[in-house]
């Protein structure tokens, strides 16, 4: 297990932020943000993926659950806010995305997590101000804890400048 926390105080550096994420996470990584409604999850999202392909564009998955991405990497945006109860997230079929060849990445997480494979990168995002959040950042399991600690490093460089 690795954590550590990332304060960023505008919607800019969460897109640095988001930029040294997708130096690291691979074509198997599990990527699960919580927080409030209107953090930043889906802003962080669109920076990784950007990163990985400048021309994707993400939109929100609120009302569709899920959006494919193909790019070198295929990529999942996962959103499971409008997902009630245990039965709908086996129905919907979430599990099918994570897999080897899948960066899987899941706003609203909350209510599944002990469904979900235990290995991941969490990252609980919190509000500090209009301008200003939290990003406490968790992994589990051997391969996220390295991806985890290279990202850690990028995101102490980020600091520094
Ligand atoms: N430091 C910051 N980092 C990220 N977003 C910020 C920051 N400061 C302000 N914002 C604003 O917060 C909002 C975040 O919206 P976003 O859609 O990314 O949230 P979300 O967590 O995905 O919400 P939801 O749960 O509704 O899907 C944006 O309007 C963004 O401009
Ligand atoms: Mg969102």
Redesign the pocket.
């Known amino acids: 297990m690795i954590n550590f926390n990332y304060i960023?105080?505008?919607?800019k550096?969460?897109q640095l932020l988001g930029q040294a994420i997708a130096q690291f996470v691979t074509k198997d990584s599990l990527l699960l943000?919580k927080?409030?409604?209107?953090?930043?999850?889906?802003?962080?999202?669109?920076s990784i993926v950007k990163e990985i392909d400048s021309s994707i564009k993400v939109k929100?998955p609120?009302f569709v659950i899920a959006h494919e991405y193909r790019s070198e990497l295929l990529i999942y945006h996962v959103?499971l806010?409008r997902i009630e109860d245990e039965i709908d997230f086996y129905d919907i079929g979430i599990l099918e995305l994570i897999r080897e060849d899948t960066l899987c990445i899941i706003?609203?997480p909350d209510k599944f997590i002990d469904m979900l494979p235990q290995a991941y990168i969490i990252i609980d995002?919190e509000i500090v101000d209009?301008?200003?959040?939290v990003f406490k950042f968790l992994s589990k399991g051997t391969i996220h804890d390295k991806i985890l600690k290279n990202i850690q490093s990028a995101v102490n460089a980020i600091i520094k400048n």
């Open positions: 960023s105080t505008s919607e550096q969460t943000l927080g409030d409604l209107g953090t930043g999850k889906t802003t962080l999202t669109q929100s609120t959103d806010y706003e609203w995002i209009d301008v200003s959040r």
